[in-house]
Structures are given as C-alpha cells and as structure tokens.
Nanobody, 122 residues
C-alpha cells in the first residue's frame, strides 16, 4: 500500500525558512516522479515543484530560486526546502506521486499525503 506522510509545516515569519519532509512507503522513490502541491485557503491546488525518476527537478515560476526539492533514496524521503518565504506561500502542502502529464503544465497524480500546514505571517 502506498503511503505518504508529510511533516515540517509551521508558522514562520516572512523571509524565514522551513524544510518539509515526506516519508514514502509501499514503493520506492527511485524512478518514481514526485511532486509537491499546495492549496491556499479558498484557492485550488497549485503545483509547486517536482522531481522525475532520474532526479531532474522542476519548479513553478512563483517559487523558482526560493524552494528546492530533494530526495534521500536510502531513506525513501522527499523534501522541500522553503527559503525567503512570503505571505502568499501560506498553504497546505502535499506530496504526491505523479502518474502522468507534463511538468509545468497539467500533471496527474495517483497518491497524496495528508498535507502539512505552512503559515507565513508576522
């Protein structure tokens, strides 16, 4: 059974940093495309970043240069490093298994975690 468990969300001031973690089980991250997706209150889900099976990374324009996606294959962990946080980054952040689509366009997902809340506020 595929399971994704996110952690690391918190309340942080603008300009601050966070590291989100996603523990994957039931499959291996090696060769599996993964994504971080966020949903702000009252808005739809927004793709933030992704990493393909070979390790190539992708970012939405809104977070490029500020967020970094990474993975630890031996630990089967996915991470999202958030730097220079802005109030508009406030959202629930989810990790997800990508099942199809194109990076930076429409993606399809087969599994989701429960999410971790990031709140950026002074």
């Amino acid at each position: 059974e595929v399971q994704l468990v996110e952690s690391g969300g918190a309340l942080v001031q603008p300009g601050g940093s966070l590291k989100l973690s996603c523990a994957a089980s039931g499959f291996t991250l090696n060769l599996t495309p993964m994504a971080w997706v966020r949903q702000a209150p009252g808005k739809g889900r927004e793709w933030v970043s992704g990493i393909n099976g070979g390790g190539t990374t992708y970012y939405a324009d809104s977070v490029k240069g500020r967020f970094t996606i990474s993975r630890d294959l031996p630990k089967n962990m996915l991470y999202l490093h958030l730097n220079s946080l802005k109030t508009e980054d406030t959202a629930m952040y989810y990790c997800a298994v990508v099942s199809g689509g194109r990076w930076n366009e429409h993606l399809e997902y087969s599994s989701w975690g429960q999410g971790t809340q990031v709140t950026v506020s002074s």
